[in-house]
T-cell receptor, first 116, second 105 residues
Framework: EAGVVQSPRYKIIEKKQPVAFWCNPISGHNTLYWYRQNLGQGPELLIRYENEEAVDDSQLPKDRFSAERLKGVDSTLKIQPAELGDSAVYLC??????????????FGPGTRLTVT | GQQLNQSPQSMFIQEGEDVSMNCTSSSIFNTWLWYKQDPGEGPVLLIALYKAGELTSNGRLTAQFGITRKDSFLNISASIPSDVGIYFCAGPSRFGQGTRLTINP
């Protein structure tokens, strides 16, 4: 079974430029997460989807970040414009959410973003 | 929001020693997950806990879901070099700050 796929693995951009990250979750998983992980910190949730619906986006900086999960499968996270403080690893994870229980989350390798 | 406190932040041990780390939450969790992250990789699930009081093992790893539903611990027995890494506890969509494990051969 293929794991969570993310691309690109690395991205270097200048500040004020846009950037987009792509995630393909494990087949059959209805829940998809985007996390941001700063150096030396634990992952912080940006947004959680159940199927196509964003059910928790309270930590997403909506002035510059946007996300979509069309058809409830792949997802894209976008930053426009990027700022220096956005440099981090962006992780995608997927799981199943059934009857109020969130089951095991499986993570992709992440995209390391460097904003110069 | 939910606060997760994980301790210790780092550990330096000798190979062969046992390791214990724990996590406490400001609110009740229905799920506790423990992950390990190696450099340049995403976190990998080690153990998942779903019931208060549950004790689950995975090889040399043992984790327990606290009775109060606000805490969990992870033990590693007889540590080996490949145990080096950062260990995270997690509730639903919330992660602790991690415990960095270093092993002296």
């Amino acid at each position: 079974e293929a794991g969570v796929v993310q691309s690109p693995r690395y991205k270097i951009i200048e500040k004020k430029q846009p950037v987009a990250f792509w995630c393909n979750p494990i087949s059959g998983h209805n829940t998809l997460y985007w996390y941001r992980q700063n150096l030396g910190q634990g992952p912080e949730l940006l947004i959680r989807y159940e199927n196509e619906e964003a059910v928790d986006d309270s930590q997403l900086p909506k002035d510059r970040f946007s996300a979509e999960r069309l058809k409830g499968v792949d997802s894209t996270l976008k930053i426009q414009p990027a700022e220096l403080g956005d440099s981090a690893v962006y992780l995608c994870a997927s799981s199943n959410y059934i009857l109020g229980l969130i089951y095991e989350q499986y993570f992709g390798p992440g995209t390391r973003l460097t904003v110069t | 929001g939910q606060q997760l406190n994980q301790s210790p932040q780092s550990m330096f041990i000798q190979e062969g020693e046992d390791v214990s780390m724990n996590c406490t939450s400001s609110s009740i969790f229905n799920t506790w997950l423990w992950y390990k992250q190696d450099p340049g990789e995403g976190p990998v699930l080690l153990i998942a806990l779903y019931k208060a009081g549950e004790l689950t093992s995975n090889g040399r790893l043992t984790a327990q879901f606290g009775i109060t539903r606000k805490d969990s611990f992870l033990n590693i027995s007889a540590s080996i070099p490949s145990d080096v890494g950062i260990y995270f506890c997690a509730g639903p969509s919330r992660f602790g700050q991690g415990t960095r494990l270093t092993i002296n051969p």
